[in-house]
């Protein structure tokens, strides 16, 4: 079986020493995933991370540099490449008209002091994230991440 290649465009928004992340519930369990998706045709990756937290927060920003990559080779009916930017906070968006990822209840600002311990996914870009905004050390690529890796909880 031949699987495409998806790229995606996430971003990381930090305000206040919180962090940005769509938050998710399959009527089971509820998790948390940051904002961004799939790139266009003929869209840079700074324009395809700009517009979908556009669509997805009803947030404008300003992308800047790229931080992480991870990849998801297996679980999905594509191999999911996301490249992870960090973004300007500009505002709210007047008058903007969502369109929400499947089982999307909502966004909400995580503390970034506890981000290991809460449910966001991929689990790699916890620690990373954490040591991104102390001026820590942290490697950009991330490597594969697998349903059943251990969960980031140091």
């Not at 699987?3 to 971003?11: C, G």
């Not at 999911?80 to 008209?97: A, K, M, Q």
């Not at 499947?102 to 620690?127: C, D, I």
């Not at 991104?132 to 140091?154: H, I, M, R, T």
Request: proline fraction near 3%; aromatic fraction near 8%.
């Amino acid at each position: 079986m031949i699987r495409q290649i998806r790229t995606s465009a996430k971003a990381v928004i930090i305000k206040d020493g919180k962090l940005l992340a769509i938050k998710l519930n399959d009527g089971k369990e509820e998790w948390y995933i940051l904002p961004g998706g799939g790139q266009e045709s003929e869209e840079t990756l700074p324009e395809a991370v700009e517009r979908e937290v556009r669509e997805e927060a009803g947030i404008n920003v300003k992308c800047g540099d790229l931080l992480f990559v991870i990849e998801g080779v297996h679980g999905e009916d594509f191999h999911r490449v996301d490249l992870i930017f960090s973004c300007d906070y500009l505002g709210e968006v007047t008058d903007s008209e969502l369109h929400c990822d499947t089982n999307q209840t909502g966004t909400e600002w995580l503390n970034l002091a506890e981000l290991n311990r809460l449910p966001l996914y991929p689990s790699k870009l916890r620690r990373a994230i954490m040591n991104f905004y102390e001026g820590k050390a942290y490697s950009k690529y991330l490597g594969n991440e697998e349903v059943g890796d251990p969960e980031c909880l140091e």
